[in-house]
């Protein structure tokens, strides 16, 4: 597909009406998650014969939307979530951004739509990031959540890839994910639906996986759990992964496991920082096949000890609660283990600039 050199110039036209600082600070008061949203907004356009042009950082404002867009009907949209900190040096930095910038890239490939060159990947996260370092939160938990997606916008109803797409960056100022804090995660097995099939879309960041996620995810509140576990769609036996996060498991003799990346399920940032963190730290991590029966007979018997799940919006969550449709097991004494505990303070340790950043993974946003 065609694609402009790189790198884009961007148009930066900075908002007319700007959330008055004391409305802001207001808002930072009770920080959820994906509810309040920073003033401006990337947005780059792609067009067959012109490839990607018009790269602007703008007020943020609503898509006009043609009733036949492509995107309303064949739902070929994908996305990223990254997260902006403010260390306590004052510095504003980007965690692994390149890695979000390739698996983008990589959802694209997947799902027929033109890939956007990391570098204007990367330089729309930045200058959004930079025009609006007022919405970073400072206190501990809180963070800039940044949500790059690109979405068909052509206006078309037959069953082909788009001729036209939008990439469009928003940022968000975020608290803990989960209502209950740093609290231990309950979780439903579902057992009637799966996310993802063999030669499917499950290793790709596209909205279609996480509609197929909600009907799972709605049962998963109704037992009262925080969160859907899927398994394989084959043999509905393998643990894959939660609807928004990869999960771990710890066994007793301290080392991990962890589902493989095999197609179906999201390659995760933080599941990979984990593994090098885990590594460092001397502990064993096996990325294998692990089966819901062998879940529930390893913590009867006490072969497992801790599991967690991970991703950018949850960082790392313990999981005290496991429910399924004929029971449920509380994991050891249903707290957050001290395995769990380590790796997340490690990888916050170094997301927040308080740790040594040995692995080059911040990107400091100069000029913030
Ligand atoms: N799995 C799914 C389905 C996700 O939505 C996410 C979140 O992005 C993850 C795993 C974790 O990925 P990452 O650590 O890159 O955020
Ligand atoms: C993330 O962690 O960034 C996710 O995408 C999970 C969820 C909010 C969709």
Not at 50 to 55: F, I, P
Not at 80 to 97: H, N
Not at 155 to 176: D, H, K, M, N, Q
Request: aromatic residues 10%; glycine residues 10%; negative net charge.
């Amino acid at each position: 597909m065609p694609s402009t050199t790189s790198p884009l110039t961007f148009d930066i036209k900075p908002s007319a009406n700007p959330l008055p600082e004391a409305d802001r600070l207001k808002a930072f008061e009770s920080l959820g998650f994906g509810t309040l949203f920073s003033d401006h907004m990337a947005v780059i356009r792609w067009s067959e014969g012109k490839g990607w042009h018009s790269a602007e950082v703008t007020a943020r404002a609503p898509f006009p939307i043609d009733p036949a867009s492509s995107i309303l009907h064949y739902a070929q949209e994908i996305f990223e979530g990254m997260k902006a900190y403010r260390t306590a040096d004052g510095r504003a930095v980007l965690f692994r951004p390149e890695e979000n910038a390739r698996r983008f890239n990589e959802s694209a490939r997947r799902m027929a739509m033109p890939e956007l060159p990391e570098a204007d990947f990367l330089a729309a996260v930045e200058k959004l990031v930079r025009i609006d370092a007022r919405w970073i939160p400072q206190g501990e938990g809180s963070s800039l959540y940044l949500r790059p997606f690109m979405f068909a916008s052509e206006t078309f109803l037959g069953v082909r890839p788009s001729r036209e797409y939008i990439f469009c960056v928003i940022a968000s100022p975020v608290g803990p994910y989960f209502k209950g804090g740093a609290k231990p995660v309950s979780i439903w097995v579902s057992q009637d639906y799966t996310r993802a099939a063999p030669g499917g879309t499950g290793a790709a960041k596209c909205g279609g996986n996480y509609a197929a996620s909600l009907v799972a995810q709605a049962e998963a509140y109704g037992k009262g759990c925080d969160q859907v576990v899927f398994l394989d769609a084959a043999e509905h036996k393998w643990v894959e992964e939660l609807g928004g996060m990869n999960v771990f498991f710890v066994m007793a003799d301290g080392s991990l496991v962890t589902p493989p990346l095999g197609g179906t399920i999201l390659p995760g940032i933080t599941r990979k920082s984990l593994i090098t963190l885990a590594h460092e730290e001397g502990i064993t991590v096996e990325e294998k096949p692990y089966s819901f029966a062998e879940w529930k007979a390893d913590v009867a018997s006490g072969k497992l000890k801790e599991a967690f799940a991970c991703g950018t919006a949850a960082v790392v969550a313990a999981i005290g609660m496991v429910k399924y449709p004929d029971g449920e097991f509380q994991i050891s004494d249903g707290q957050t283990g001290p395995v769990t505990a380590r790796l997340r303070d490690a990888l916050i340790g170094i997301q927040r600039g308080q740790s040594n950043d040995r692995h080059g993974w911040l990107h400091t946003i100069a000029g913030v």
